[in-house]
Structure formats: C-alpha cells, structure tokens
C-alpha cells in the first residue's frame, strides 16, 4: 500500500517553540498534528564548532502536496538558521488514520 502521507520530522531549542510552531502549522492545515518529543541530545558540527545541545524533536504529519508549503512555513517560523526539517514518505499505516491526515490538510 503506497500512500501521500508523509512523516516531517523536526528539532527545536524548546518544546514551547515547537509547540508554538506546531499550533500555527495545524491551525493553517499544512500538518494534521506535532508530536513533541523532549529530552532529545543533539551532538552536531555548525560553523566549525562542535556543539552538544538539548533539543526536542517534533514528528508532523501531512502529505506529499502540502510538504513544500509547511517545510517553507517552518523555515520561517523557527529560530535557528538552518532547521531541520526531514520529509519521510510513509509506505503503509492504518487506513481511517492516513485517511484523517489526508484530510486535515487539505488546503
């Protein structure tokens, strides 16, 4: 089963920026949802110093069609320079779920 779904995965300083992120991305429908997943460690290299951060991760679910639009809508919102911001496509799911996400998102 092949689906449109895609799974935005996405890292944040704070769980209030992601959580402020993921209100106005649902809200505009470019996501059905954000989990928001604190307590992540993140160990990088970024403008040539090694650094070794708290961070959370955030999990967003849209579709193919709508990924550009909230990838943009991100970028704009966050505050780093440079954000992550991952689509991932999802080849299978339950049924009535990646049907509600479809759903949720159209524009």
Known sequence: MSTDVRLVV????????????GRTVVEEQLAACMNIVPGVRSIYVWEDELCDDEEVV????????????????IVALHSYDCPEVL?????????????????????
């Open 58 to 73: 955030a999990l967003l679910k849209t579709t193919r069609d709508r990924f550009d639009a909230l990838r943009d809508r």
């Open 10 to 21: 996405c890292t944040f300083g704070s769980a209030e920026e992601a959580a402020s992120v």
């Open 87 to 107: 689509a991932l496509p999802v080849d299978a799911g339950h049924a009535g779920y990646l049907d509600w996400v479809a759903a949720s998102v159209r524009g």
